[in-house]
């Protein structure tokens, strides 16, 4: 690919600075981050991951010390909850720890309130890529040793609490846990379940005052979230009870794929450090496996996740339908079907950039609206980590470079209209500014140039 269009790269060592100044400008107390200062004044889980990728290209105790905090709010039973409530402050955040009261659940800290789903496990590979970034350091190898059980032990809490029929793919049970919030995938699902309202506590949404409203989710929408909240709350969050009561259940591509690649990171780290694997590479085997079939929806020509109450696959492409490739799930015939898929969206006469997080062909596409089809920088980062780890280089700088050149045409926001022609237009990226994951992911892609 020619990169001739991307001159902005002689000027990236500003971009990079400023990547760095907002990894900083967004850390609280010194030890963690919070996604973007006005829209999510917390630490997020799989945010915090993406963080400590950025940090590791200029502060590598930094980087060390966002998943450390991160884990500070790891439950006894393994548990990793998507947000930690490090702040007592009142920052006008719903749902804030009044309302998941993590405090009365037996497994949860007794000190550090946080919420009760969690989020894709990414921490794994993470981990991994600190690893290789450094493998000179032995402050990290040692920090490697500290992490390792904790991250097996979340994996254990996955395989144990999470995966009731024992088929190696663990379940999730609301929409925010997915890390794609209101993708169009669970928009059935939700339109399906019954809230009874007068049901439902009193609460008052924040996110769709602090941004465009036209980008957040619908109010309905939202009362399906907190239906799903309070049924987990009433179980405390126990992920076998949950089973066996939610009308939301599924197998969602990227928390597996995440999975699963993360598992993959335990056993090349473990190997290294002289662990016992052998759990990790018996639930590997199995998980990549089931991935591999039951996730395939072959009428689709891609991966999508599956409904458990429904049994069956929610029929929609979406941007997690991708991520196996990261894991070394695919064969042959199902990664070039994808890499087939990415071509078409790439070529069309719309003239997309890569990767939108939706079908940009669906008629429910929406490239203005969050998860109905922006492209989102840490998605971006998986798929093109996939697309190189299968060959297909040329795919895989389209998604790296289109990535970047919106943050340096549209700033580091939360994420981007795919649309080249109306993208080029505008005069900043949609969602919240300065965010931590834009930063960290544009600092590792540019750091291998
Ligand atoms: C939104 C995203 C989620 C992310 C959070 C904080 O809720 O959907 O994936 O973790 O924001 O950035």
Redesign the pocket.
């Known amino acids: 690919m020619s990169l001739g269009k991307y001159s902005f790269l002689n000027d990236s060592s500003i971009q990079r600075n400023r990547a760095q100044f907002i990894l900083n400008q967004n850390t609280r107390d010194e030890r963690y981050t919070v996604?973007?200062a006005n829209l999510?004044p917390y630490q997020?889980?799989?945010?915090s991951g993406f963080a400590a990728l950025g940090f590791a290209h200029f502060d590598l105790r930094r980087a060390m010390l966002e998943i450390k905090t991160l884990f500070s709010g790891q439950w006894e039973n393994g548990m990793l909850p998507?947000i930690l409530f490090h702040s007592k402050k009142r920052e006008g955040y719903f749902p804030g720890p009044a309302y998941w009261r993590s405090d009365l659940v037996q497994h949860a800290p007794k000190t550090l309130p946080t919420s009760g789903i969690s989020?894709p496990p990414v921490h794994g590979f993470i981990l991994e890529r600190l690893y290789k970034l450094h493998p000179q350091s032995e402050e990290l190898k040692d920090f490697v040793r500290y992490m390792f059980p904790k991250i097996l032990k979340l994996h254990e809490y996955y395989y144990t609490q999470r995966d009731p029929l024992k088929e190696g793919l663990v379940y999730i049970f609301h929409p925010?846990a997915s890390?794609?919030?209101n993708s169009p995938l669970w928009d059935d699902l939700v339109k399906r379940i019954e809230v009874d309202k007068s049901a439902l506590p009193a609460y008052e949404r924040f996110d769709n005052k602090k941004a465009d409203p036209s980008e957040r989710p619908s109010d309905r929408d939202y009362d399906v979230y907190v239906y799903l909240m309070e049924m987990a709350k009433k179980l405390a969050y126990d992920g076998l009870a949950i089973a066996q009561s939610s009308p939301f259940m599924i197998q969602d591509t990227l928390f597996n794929s995440a999975l699963i690649r993360s598992n993959e990171a335990l056993i090349q780290l473990g190997q290294v450090l002289g662990k016992d694997i052998g759990q990790v590479q018996e639930w590997q085997e199995e998980s990549k496996r089931a991935y591999q079939q039951k996730l395939w929806a072959k009428e689709l020509g891609v991966f999508a996740p599956y409904d458990m109450r429904a049994e069956k696959h929610i029929g929609l492409k979406e941007i997690g339908g991708y991520t196996p490739l990261f894991s070394g799930i695919p064969n042959d015939h199902q990664a070039s079907l994808l890499k087939q898929e990415i071509a078409k969206i790439s070529s069309s006469k719309h003239e997309f950039r890569l990767m939108p997080s939706f079908d940009p062909f669906d008629e429910i596409f929406d490239p203005k609206r969050y998860?109905k089809g922006p492209i989102w920088p840490q998605m971006n980062w998986l798929v093109y980590q996939g697309l190189k780890r299968y060959g297909f280089d040329l795919e895989a700088q389209q998604v790296k470079w289109d990535f970047l050149e919106l943050v340096d045409k549209l700033g580091f926001y939360?994420y981007f209209d795919p649309r080249k022609k109306v993208a080029d237009q505008l005069p900043h990226g949609y969602g919240g500014d300065k965010f931590t994951?834009t930063a960290a992911v544009f600092l590792d892609l540019t750091a291998e140039e």
């Open positions: 996604p973007s999510y997020w889980n799989w945010d998507h989020q925010w890390g794609r919030d998860w939360e994951w």
